[in-house]
Structure formats: C-alpha cells, structure tokens
C-alpha cells in the first residue's frame, strides 16, 4: 500500500477515537511531518460549541506540542456516526488557516477520498489569497 493511502488508513483509524455528541459528524486526521512521523487527530466537540476543535487541529496541535513544526501532508477522513466515510470531508476556513502557519503552501498535500478514490490538493489552492507568516 502507498504511503497516502496508509495515511488515509490512519486517519479512519484516528477517527474511531472522535468525540462528537452534538454533531455526531466524526473525523479523522493523520499527519505525516518533515520527520517521517505521523500524528493522529480526531475532532474534539464541547457542550460549549464553540471549544469544539476539529481533527486537522488536534494532529497538528499535538505534533507541535512534541516538537515538529513541519508537515509534509495530511490525510483527512469524515462521516456521520455509523457511516464509512464516503464524501469528501475538505479542511475548514479555520484549520487551512492553521496548516499555513506550519506547512509550505506550494507543497503541503491534502489528501481526501472520495466514494475509495483518492484526491490530492495542495494548500495554495484549497487557501488562495491567503494571509501567513510570510506577510509579517
Ligand atoms: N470537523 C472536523 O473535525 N474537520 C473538518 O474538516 C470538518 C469539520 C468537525 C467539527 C465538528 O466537530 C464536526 O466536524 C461537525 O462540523
């Protein structure tokens, strides 16, 4: 198996750990570092909805608090409680956002699956326009 569709196996795995009582839209995410190690995220909801943090964050959060401050790709799992992820589940506004605080725009991969089929997006086109630490 190829090293994106390992991630994206570690992202479904992730995703199990997901703890989302309110929405109940469970997502996973694995991201893979500049060191070859892979950190796993699930979203986290709050009964204060707005504490909630989504699964991108949580892998990245956790990456850099252990010290890796930059990412290679990030593979991204999402669906309904009781449902296989079949859709593709796209970052929000909030995490591209955080991704280009630590990842290069022009070569940070997204990686998303839609109905087993994988697609590849780089962050430049998922945040065109954006505003990073490059404009500082
Ligand atoms: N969510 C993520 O974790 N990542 C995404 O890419 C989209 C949305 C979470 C946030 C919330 O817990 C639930 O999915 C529904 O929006």
């Excluded at 989302?20 to 694995?30: C, E, Q, T």
């Excluded at 964050?57 to 449902?83: D, N, P």
């Amino acid at each position: 198996m190829n090293e994106d569709l390992v991630l994206i196996k570690e992202a479904k795995k992730a995703r199990e750990a997901a703890y989302a009582p309110y929405s109940n839209f469970l997502v996973g995410a694995a991201m893979l570092g500049e060191s070859g190690k892979v950190y796993l995220g699930c979203n986290i909801e709050n009964a204060s909805y707005g504490a909630s943090n989504c699964a991108e964050r949580t892998a990245l959060f956790k990456a850099v608090s252990e010290g890796e401050k930059r990412f290679v790709k990030i593979a991204i799992v999402g669906a309904k409680r009781g449902e296989a992820p079949k859709d593709l589940c796209p970052p929000c506004g909030i995490c591209r956002q955080v991704m280009l605080e630590f990842c290069d725009p022009e070569t940070f991969q997204i990686l998303l699956e839609e109905n087993q089929t994988l697609r590849t997006y780089l962050l430049k086109d998922l945040l065109p326009y954006s505003f990073g630490p490059t404009n500082l």
